[in-house]
Each structure stands twice: as C-alpha cells, then as structure tokens.
Nanobody, 132 residues
Framework: QVQLVESGGGSVQAGGSLRLSCAAD????????MGWFRQAPGKERKAVAT????????YYADSVKGRFTISQDNAKNTLYLQMDSLDPEDTGMYYC?????????????????????????WGQGTQVTVSS
C-alpha cells in the first residue's frame, strides 16, 4: 500500500520561508512523476510544481517561479518543496502526489496533463498560512 506523508507546513509572515517534505512508503520516486499541489480556501486545487524523476522537465506555476524549488533526496525517498519569499497568496493546503509516467510527448514524460487529476497517489496535505 502506497502512503505519501507531507510535513513542514505552518504559519509564517510574508517574506518568510518554509520547506515541505513528502515521505513515501511503498513507493519509490525513481521513474516517477512527482508534484506539489495547492488548494486555497474556496478555490480549485492547482499545480505548484511537478517534475519527472530522474530529475527532468520541472514545471513551476508562474506565481511561484523563482521563489519555490522542488527537489528530492533519493536516499530518504523524500520529496521537498522549498518555499521562499512567501506571500499571503501562497496560503492553502499543500498536497504531494505521485504517479508513474504514462503520457508522453515526443518521448518526454508529461507530468502535468489534467491539473493533477491524473495522479494516482496523494498525501493527506499540510497547511501553509502566510500572514501579511
């Protein structure tokens, strides 16, 4: 049984930083699409960052480019999201997700096709609150 467990959320002031972690049990991150998604109150869940491991084709939402970094520790089978220069607009529940690549374009795995609905495995989420 696959389990993804997020941690690292919390409350910070604007301009601060947080690092989210997503530890996997029963799933290896190699040859996988991995992603971080955010759902703000009353809004649809949206992709924040996705990547194909072994570390290719990272995607970042325009709103987080230059501020957020997706990374991985293979030895710990853990995915991270480093979030810097946080803004109140970044507030929401953050979920990590995983799936094996099944959709390709010109031989390149596509890790964001249907706003994340194509992902098989999801964590329970961790709350991030940024105050002004």
């Amino acid at each position: 049984q696959v389990q993804l467990v997020e941690s690292g959320g919390g409350s910070v002031q604007a301009g601060g930083s947080l690092r989210l972690s997503c530890a996997a049990d029963g799933y290896t991150y190699s040859n996988s699409c991995m992603g971080w998604f955010r759902q703000a109150p009353g809004k649809e869940r949206k992709a924040v960052a996705t990547v194909y491991t072994p570390w290719a084709n990272p995607y970042y939402a325009d709103s987080v480019k230059g501020r957020f970094t997706i990374s991985q520790d293979n030895a710990k089978n853990t995915l991270y999201l480093q979030m810097d220069s946080l803004d109140p607009e970044d507030t929401g529940m953050y979920y990590c997700a995983a799936r094996r690549p099944t959709i390709y374009s010109d031989g390149v795995p596509q890790c964001l096709v249907d706003n994340g609905y194509e992902y098989n495995y999801w964590g329970q989420g961790t709350q991030v609150t940024v105050s002004s």
